[in-house]
Nanobody, 122 residues
Framework: QVQLVESGGGMVQAGGSLRLSCAAS????????MGWFRQAPGKEREFVAA????????HYADSVKGRFTISRDNAKNTVYLQMDSLKPEDTAVYYC???????????????WGQGTQVTVSS
């Protein structure tokens, strides 16, 4: 089993930055993909970013490309999401997720963090 613990959420003005962390515990992650989803009130949960634990390859939603950066620290089993140039539309609950499938999607994610609130004011 895998446990995911998130931190780093908060409130920030538009144009500001936040860094989210997701610490994973449990079995090895060498074949996993990890990343982030978000869900705003009244909206569906959507993909944000993902990273392969094995080779470090990344994928981003079009809405965050150029502003968000996902990275991982293998020694700490931790994934980060650096969020820059934040916009009010980025306001959502952000969830860390992990998949032991070839890709990370809503359908393939088998493990979820508790969620952390990110609020961006105008």
């Amino acid at each position: 089993q895998v446990q995911l613990v998130e931190s780093g959420g908060g409130m920030v003005q538009a144009g500001g930055s936040l860094r989210l962390s997701c610490a994973a515990s449990g079995r090895a992650f060498s074949r996993y993909h990890m990343g982030w989803f978000r869900q705003a009130p009244g909206k569906e949960r959507e993909f944000v970013a993902a990273i392969s634990w094995s080779d470090g390859s990344t994928h981003y939603a079009d809405s965050v490309k150029g502003r968000f950066t996902i990275s991982r620290d293998n020694a700490k089993n931790t994934v980060y999401l650096q969020m820059d140039s934040l916009k009010p539309e980025d306001t959502a609950v952000y969830y860390c997720a992990a998949s032991n499938r070839p890709a990370l999607t809503l359908g393939s994610a088998g493990y979820w963090g508790q969620g952390t609130q990110v609020t961006v004011s105008s």
